[in-house]
């Protein structure tokens, strides 16, 4: 089963790139922004259920097809070359085996547990 999540993502971060490109979009601001939902763990500095939460909220499909939903609506370049930043970024952690965060711990996440306890 991990493999096949793996592929999947590994597709829809293909698909984010090449949409990108298809988009002209800056890879300047690529560089820049495809970090930044890392920022969320900062949520953990109050604890690991506000920090699964901003982690959470940060790396869900649910945000970045609403990013593209609301570029592709308002006819902003800038909001979906956002979402298809996101995208790649959260298919590149899944690709990875990072996962949704548990609240009991940063390592317990929906694909399994990572890091050296794993």
């Known amino acids: 089963m991990k493999l096949f ?9 293909i ?16 560089a820049v922004l ?3 939902p890392d920022l969320a763990m900062l949520g953990y500095l109050a604890g690991p259920r506000p ?23 308002l006819e902003s370049e800038l909001a979906v070359s956002v979402g298809l930043i996101l995208a790649a970024h959260i298919a590149a952690d899944r690709v990875m085996g990072y996962g949704l965060k548990h609240e ?15």
Do not use: M, P
């Open 104 to 118: 009991t711990s940063f390592a317990d996440t929906h694909l399994g547990r990572i890091g050296r306890n794993s």
């Open 34 to 36: 495809i970090l930044a």
């Open 5 to 13: 999540l793996k592929l999947e993502n590994a597709a829809l971060l």
């Open 51 to 73: 920090g699964a939460w901003c982690y959470n909220a940060a790396h869900t499909w649910i945000t970045a097809v609403a990013v593209l939903l609301a570029g592709w609506w």
């Open 15 to 30: 698909l984010a790139l090449v949409a990108y490109h298809q988009l002209s979009g800056n890879w300047w601001l690529f």
